[in-house]
């Protein structure tokens, strides 16, 4: 059975930093783009940031550029997400996913979803 699952999730002062983690299980992830999204109270889900299977490309949302960063331990299964700088803004239910059919960088679909961590920045 495929499995994500996230940690590092928390309560944390706006400017603080968290590092997500997204541990997959069932079957090896290495040959797929991984993506970070999240969802906020009453709002859709939106795009976070994204890295294709080697590491060698990664995609950002605006909103994140310049103060998240993804990157992945293929040895380990692992995706992570470095939050810095974070915003009051930042608060939402982060997801990982994994797109396993070879879309062309970034993907505009994933096919694997992971059951959320909750973040949440006080001001």
């Known amino acids: 059975q495929v499995q994500l699952v996230e940690s590092g999730g928390g309560l944390v002062q706006a400017g603080g930093s968290l590092r997500l983690s997204c541990a997959a299980s069932g079957r090896t992830f290495t040959y797929d783009s991984m993506g970070w999204f999240r969802q906020a109270p009453g709002k859709d889900r939106e795009f976070v940031a994204a890295?294709?299977?080697?590491?060698?490309?990664?995609y950002y949302a605006d909103s994140v550029k310049g103060r998240f960063t993804i990157s992945r331990d293929n040895a380990k299964n692992t995706v992570y997400l470095q939050m810095n700088s974070l915003k009051p803004e930042d608060t939402a239910v982060y997801y990982c996913?994994?797109?396993?059919?070879?879309?062309?960088?970034?993907?505009?679909?994933?096919?694997?979803w992971g059951q959320g961590t909750q973040v949440t920045v006080s001001s």
């Open positions: 996913a994994a797109e396993t059919r070879f879309l062309p960088f970034p993907p505009v679909s994933y096919d694997y």
């Open positions: 890295i294709s299977w080697s590491g060698g490309s990664t």
